[in-house]
Structures are given as structure tokens and as C-alpha cells.
């Protein structure tokens, strides 16, 4: 499984705008790459998720580098609510989902 | 998104009993579902990936015989943990998918298992 590597964690300001980056060096040229982030004691949810283009959705935004080999989410404006453990994760057609370490993210008020 | 409904949310069992969590995909054809456990402050660790009519595929170093997989139909898949013991205790997600790279994963909301 291709690898991904994100920082441990982050801080941000409410209302103020996230870049959560992740490298991923060794992604093949068919891999996608996902975002899902997780609240404590609930299952992980789906954020976004692109191969080439940069990708924009009601949740965030997905930027990612024209090399394909880092990519970053954007959450517009962090709130109270955003505050959690995000994963990026390579995807390849039949292949299993694989979680890292994830960031964890943190929102101050 | 879809919904994936996981049952039950918490449960507490003997030591030496089974359980059964149960895993469905209430609005879409799930050909694909992944099992994972969380332990607190880890990340999630894949434990087995089950394809709809087929036996599971089981990582390594997960015991197939402990852990039963059933995935008989594209909205229901269950994970049963035999002779459960205090060490399996833990959080268990189920996430159901189409298997293709270019769509998301829909995760349940966790099943936490407590054996006394």
C-alpha cells in the first residue's frame, strides 16, 4: 500500500482557514486520494476525495500538486466542530482502505 | 452520503461468550466491506476485507478462526468475535464501499466492546 505522511497534529483559530498538508511520494498514477476525518467515539467520515484536478466540495476544498506527490485539504473556515483526527489515504481499485496516523487538528475559540 | 448502520453501539460481554456485530449498508449495494478495531489513541487498523458472496481476506497476524467474517449479501455484513477475552476489547468499525478507487467509503459508527 502506498504510504502517506502527515503531521501529527495542528492548531488553528476559529473562523480562520486549515491547510492540513500530506506528502504521498510513492502514489501510482491510478491512486486516488482521500480524505476522511474522525470524532472521538465515532466512526471516521468521508471529506473528499480527487486523482489530478484540484477538487471542491460543500465540506472543503482538496488542492493537489501538479506531481501528484503531496496534496492538501482546505477547510475555508475551521469551526468548533472541525476539530479531529484527518487521514489521507491512497486508493487503487480493489485495493483495501488503509489508515496512517492521521492529524490531529485542533480549534481554538 | 450513504448510511451505514452498525449494531449494536456498545456492548459487554463475558469472558469466553461471543458477539456479533452486524453491518449494513441501509441505501446502497456494498460490494466491499472492511472491518477494523481502534484501540484509544490509535489510528484505525485494518482487520479484514470482505467481498460480497466471497470468504474474507484477513491481514496479518488477525486470527480468521476468532474473528468470523460473513458477507452474504451486499447490505449485510457481520463480524463475530469467538471466545471473546479482556485483550478484545476495543472499538469496531465497519465501512462499506463499492471497491473502486474513485468512490468513498462509508463508515458505521463504531461498536464498542467491552469483555469482562
Known amino acids: 500500500d502506498a504510504k502517506t505522511t502527515q503531521p501529527n497534529s495542528m492548531e488553528s483559530n476559529e473562523e480562520e482557514p486549515v491547510h492540513l498538508p500530506c506528502n504521498h511520494s510513492t502514489i501510482s498514477g491510478t491512486d486516488y486520494i482521500h480524505w476522511y476525518r474522525q470524532l472521538p467515539s465515532q466512526g471516521p467520515e468521508y471529506v473528499i476525495h480527487g486523482l489530478t484536478s484540484n477538487v471542491n466540495n460543500r465540506m472543503a476544498s482538496l488542492a493537489i500538486a501538479e506531481d501528484r506527490k503531496s496534496s492538501t485539504l482546505i477547510l475555508h473556515r475551521a469551526t468548533l466542530r472541525d476539530a479531529a483526527v484527518y487521514y489521507c489515504i491512497l486508493r487503487a481499485n480493489g485495493n483495501k482502505l488503509v489508515f496512517g496516523a492521521g492529524t490531529i487538528l485542533r480549534v481554538k475559540s | 452520503g450513504a448510511v451505514v448502520s452498525q449494531h449494536p453501539s456498545r456492548v459487554i460481554c463475558k469472558s469466553g461468550t461471543s458477539v456479533k456485530i452486524e453491518c449494513r449498508s441501509l441505501?446502497?449495494?456494498?460490494?466491499?466491506m472492511f472491518w477494523y478495531r481502534q484501540f484509544p489513541k490509535q489510528s484505525l487498523m485494518l482487520m479484514a476485507t470482505s467481498n460480497e458472496g466471497s470468504k474474507a481476506t484477513y491481514e496479518q497476524g488477525v486470527e480468521k478462526d476468532k474473528f468470523l467474517i460473513n458477507h452474504a449479501s451486499l447490505t449485510l455484513s457481520t463480524l463475530t468475535v469467538t471466545s471473546a477475552h479482556p485483550e478484545d476489547s476495543s472499538f469496531y468499525i465497519c465501512s462499506a464501499s463499492s471497491g473502486l478507487s474513485n468512490t468513498e467509503a462509508f463508515f458505521g459508527q463504531g461498536t464498542r466492546l467491552t469483555v469482562v
Open positions: 441505501d446502497f449495494q456494498a460490494t466491499t
